[in-house]
């Protein structure tokens, strides 16, 4: 299959390119395009061999649930049983936006688009790029990140491309994701809203609309037979560029000296050595490739780069690369859970 590929503009999206990916859309076909947090595979969501078509081209185990995109509140009612209080809060807070919650499902969603679930996955996206073409397509669109199931999901449609091309019908690039990691997961389905993927909407946000939020205490352990995250697809190894990753903790400098010593064995053995450092301490690391996420302060930033360097790093071919860490609290906890996965929880303590 060729992949058409598109550029359209992010803020004020081409009316004739919105409705010819709408087009492809409405014809059962698969379009990648940008949303906030990363790029999208869409497909028609209510069409079962639309979404078999997405599990195929991602390599994705059919047992991991789609996240159906809605570009109205009023799309909502049709795909769901019921509308929670705690969900009408949090919509009412958060929509549009990075914020994806779990609905009891009705009758029109297919159990291929939920994994064989009752329940439903849904977000109201606000990439103005998203909001049209699900629009324009009337349909709620299943929409998983654009990756091959397994690597780190794609903040650029360069990275869509390198994973899909040849096996979708279009990649719309829209330029770089703004937020950089997926949305905030959040069952609201029993009686206190739990969360089962961190993200942009961090817990401390919701507690002030909604009260107690919990989360899935499978989020920053390794999932094992005691502890099954509630989100199928958290069970998977994810996110994970091609080398060995290994999280280091400890204060700054003994961090530092540790990382330092680990790559000169690596290198001493052969190995490609790369560190994920920040601005405060790019530069004194002896690896062969060093990049920096951001200022530490700068969780948004951090985020939004992690991805793109986990990307970089396969593509220099790195074999062994070793991450500062960050305080597991507000958006951190997506960051840490992103960089836990990547690591296969792999971690070092410095001190
Ligand atoms: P992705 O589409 O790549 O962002 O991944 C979607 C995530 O949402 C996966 O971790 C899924 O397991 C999770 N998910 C989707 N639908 C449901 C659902 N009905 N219940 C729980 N988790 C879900
Ligand atoms: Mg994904």
């Not at 999206?13 to 698969?30: C, F």
């Not at 906030?36 to 059919?62: F, H, M, Q, W």
């Not at 200022?295 to 991450?323: M, P, Q």
């Amino acid at each position: 299959m060729e992949t058409k590929l598109i550029k359209i503009s992010p803020e004020n999206p081409e009316p004739q390119l919105v409705e010819e990916a709408a087009r492809i859309l409405k014809d059962g076909g698969l379009v990648a395009f940008p949303t906030e947090t990363v790029y999208g595979l869409g497909g028609n969501g209510l069409d079962s061999e639309a979404c078999k078509n997405i599990y195929i081209a991602k390599g994705r185990p059919s047992d991991n649930p789609l996240i159906l995109h809605i570009s109205q509140i009023s799309e909502l009612r049709p795909i769901v049983r019921e509308i929670p209080l705690a969900a009408q809060m949090l919509m009412d807070a958060f929509w549009p936006g990075p914020l994806t919650m779990i609905f009891p499902k009705s009758h029109i969603v297919p159990l291929t688009t939920t994994g064989g679930l009752d329940t439903v996955a849904v977000r109201f996206p606000s990439h103005p790029v998203a909001m049209a073409i699900i629009r324009a397509s009337g349909l709620p669109i299943a929409g998983p990140s654009a990756n091959s199931s397994g690597k780190p999901s794609p903040t650029r449609a360069s990275h869509v491309e390198f994973d899909l091309s040849g096996k979708i019908d279009m990649i719309v690039d829209g330029g770089a994701a703004e937020w950089g990691l997926e949305s905030t997961i959040v069952d609201v389905t029993g009686e206190v809203p739990v969360i089962l993927r961190p993200g942009a909407i961090t817990k401390e946000m919701m507690e002030a609309v909604v009260g107690e939020v919990f989360i899935d205490p499978a989020i920053l352990t390794k999932p094992s037979q005691d502890l099954r995250p509630k989100a199928p697809g958290m069970k998977y190894t994810h996110y994970s560029p091609k080398a060995k990753v290994t999280l280091v903790r400890g204060s700054r400098e003994a961090v530092i000296s540790k990382v330092n010593q680990m790559c000169h064995t690596d290198g001493v053995e052969g190995k490609r050595t790369g560190v994920l450092a920040t601005e405060e301490t790019k530069g004194r690391y002896q690896a062969d490739v060093v990049l920096s996420l951001g200022k530490r302060d700068k969780l948004e930033e951090i985020g939004a780069n992690l991805f793109k360097h986990l990307r970089k790093f396969d593509f220099l071919g790195i074999d062994t690369v070793y991450s500062e860490v960050f305080p597991e609290e507000g958006e951190g906890l997506a960051i840490m859970n992103r960089l836990n996965k990547a690591a296969g929880y792999r971690q070092f303590d410095a001190e």
